[in-house]
């Protein structure tokens, strides 16, 4: 069994940049979470296209992670939002960065309706203790976000997926006044978020 994972998502076509992407690198790369850890996570950015749930997220779960944490971006939401389940539903509308579409409106034909994350409540605790005033979800969409998550909560382990918003484009404040940057304020919390679920994992029998 691996430790923790941290997972964010390239780029789709209405985001040709996606801040998940530097946020799971910056998490993953916190000197103070490894400390904490002791250990570095994994991180893996998926590409946004429905083959990359074999190609890249099935080989990262075959690796059995103690726990997973997913991280990506809802344009359309003002908040950060941590997502209570999964559900066995996909979008046709929506093509992925290759142009294809989901091949049917299950994305198991077998599976159940839907999976629920057990560890969310505690995430959303553990971001909110940590400054952030997370919401609570349970529609994290019928794209790659809900897709990947539902492929992640089948494993069993102990995850968790975040919607962060589309960062404000503000300049960085000067030393000494001013907001900091939501990456930096998302970093800190996600780093405590990261922690609490990561002992989650370590304490599954």
């Not at 057990?118 to 952030?132: F, I, M, N, P, S």
């Amino acid at each position: 069994m691996s430790g923790l994972l941290i997972t964010g998502f390239g780029p789709f076509p209405t985001v040709p940049d996606n801040p998940s992407a530097r946020l799971a690198r910056r998490v993953a790369a916190s000197p103070h979470l490894r400390r904490l850890l002791g250990h570095a996570p994994d991180c893996l950015v998926l590409e946004t296209r429905y083959g990359a749930l074999d190609t890249q997220l099935a080989p990262a779960l075959a690796r059995r992670p103690s726990a997973v944490l997913i991280i990506g971006v809802a344009a359309r939401r003002s908040r950060v939002c941590v997502e209570t389940r999964a559900v066995n539903r996909v979008s046709r509308l929506f093509p992925d960065v290759s142009g294809t579409v989901a091949e049917s409106l299950a994305f198991e034909p077998d599976g159940p309706a839907q999976r629920r994350s057990g560890a969310a409540a505690q995430v959303r605790v553990a971001l909110k203790r940590a400054g952030l005033d997370a919401a609570a979800s349970r529609d994290a969409g019928r794209y790659l976000c809900n897709a990947s998550y539902y492929r992640v909560l089948a494993t069993g382990c102990p995850a968790v997926f975040v919607h962060i918003p589309m960062p404000p484009r503000t300049r960085r404040p000067k030393a000494g006044g001013g907001r900091r940057p939501a990456l930096d304020r998302w970093t800190e919390a996600l780093i405590e978020a990261a922690r609490v679920l990561a002992l989650r994992g370590r304490a599954r029998p």
